[in-house]
């Protein structure tokens, strides 16, 4: 049973490019969270997407943008890149659209995005 | 808003010794909460959560919780530590409507022999 996976695995880009991470859920899995963690820091949530549109999203600017595909898997698009963006971009997977707060949510390995 | 603090950016023991790593939390209703593991290099892995069933959690690799409403705590603890348990530990919080997480800034767990 694949799990959560993710691409690229490392990535660097200069400042005001755009970049697009991608990520599969784990098998069966209809919803997908992005988090983004900043060296030395916990993850923050980012947004969560479910059939397909934009559920639930943090505190994170419109240059934080995503997308889910009708297999479920999704993307994660920044544009204007800032020094800050630097972190690694977790994809997580769950089932049932976020509503219980009880989801066990399961994590990929994560793309490092180095902002030069 | 719900939060989690957690005490001690690192923490050191040796092989065998009790691990306990600190999370307290910030709430004005019963929350949900979580312990992951972070592995290096890896995504963060569920080791147990809190859904109110039980206030003594156990989880995987011999970890355990305990839930203390009075204290506003959700310690982690292990009875003997192991050298594969080196890793970063984060205890989380969910929002009461939706599974969205919010992360404390995490323990690293430093196992000498």
């Known amino acids: 049973d694949a799990g959560v996976t993710q691409s690229p695995t490392h990535l660097i880009k200069t400042r005001g490019q755009q970049v697009t991470l991608r990520c599969s859920p784990k098998s069966g899995h209809d919803t997908v969270s992005w988090y983004q963690q900043a060296l030395g820091q916990g993850p923050q949530f980012i947004f969560q997407y479910y059939e397909e549109e934009e559920r639930q999203r943090g505190n994170f600017p419109d240059r934080f943008s995503g997308h889910q595909f009708p297999n479920y898997s999704s993307e994660l698009n920044v544009n204007a890149l800032l020094l800050g963006d630097s972190a690694l971009y977790l994809c997580?997977?769950?089932?049932?659209?976020?509503?219980?707060?009880?989801?066990?949510?399961?994590f990929g390995p994560g793309t490092r995005l180095t902002v030069l | 808003a719900q939060s989690v603090t957690q005490l001690g950016s690192h923490v050191s023991v040796s092989e065998g010794a009790l691990v306990l790593l600190r999370c307290n939390y910030s709430s004005s209703v019963p929350p949900y909460l979580f312990w992951y593991v972070q592995y290096p290099n890896q995504g963060l892995q569920l080791l147990l959560k809190y859904t109110s069933a039980a206030t003594l959690v156990k989880g995987i690799n011999g970890f355990e919780a305990e839930f203390k409403k009075s204290e506003t705590s959700f310690h982690l603890t292990k009875p003997s530590a192991h050298m594969s348990d080196a890793a970063e530990y984060f205890c989380a919080v969910s929002d009461r409507g939706y599974s969205t997480l919010t992360f404390g800034k995490g323990t690293m767990l430093l196992v000498s022999p």
């Open positions: 997580a997977s769950s089932l049932g659209g976020g509503r219980a707060p009880t989801d066990t949510q399961y």
